[in-house]
């Protein structure tokens, strides 16, 4: 873990707007149990799609599953014991 200066840009709601100093474009700082529960919704729209048989929206979720999956693993091996 390192200390570092970043710029904010807003901090109204849960998902601070913050820049990355190596970064070209702001990011979102999303809160873990967000992250958790936006897996969690695209765990279950990808299972009721599939149970519909609708393909498309399957494999697009699927994706989107994945996307926050990758995103999520890496919150928890960076945070380890600590969540």
Do not use: C, F, H
């Amino acid at each position: 873990m390192k200390e570092l200066t970043v710029m904010l840009y807003g901090e109204q709601t849960n998902n601070a707007v913050i820049k990355l100093p190596a970064r070209e474009y702001p990011g979102v700082l999303v809160q873990g149990d967000t992250l958790k529960n936006l897996l969690d919704t695209g765990e279950l729209v990808a299972s009721l799609a599939k149970q519909q048989r609708n393909d498309d929206l399957a494999n697009e979720a699927e994706g989107l599953v994945e996307m926050l999956r990758d995103i999520y693993q890496v919150y928890v091996q960076e945070l380890g014991e600590k969540i």
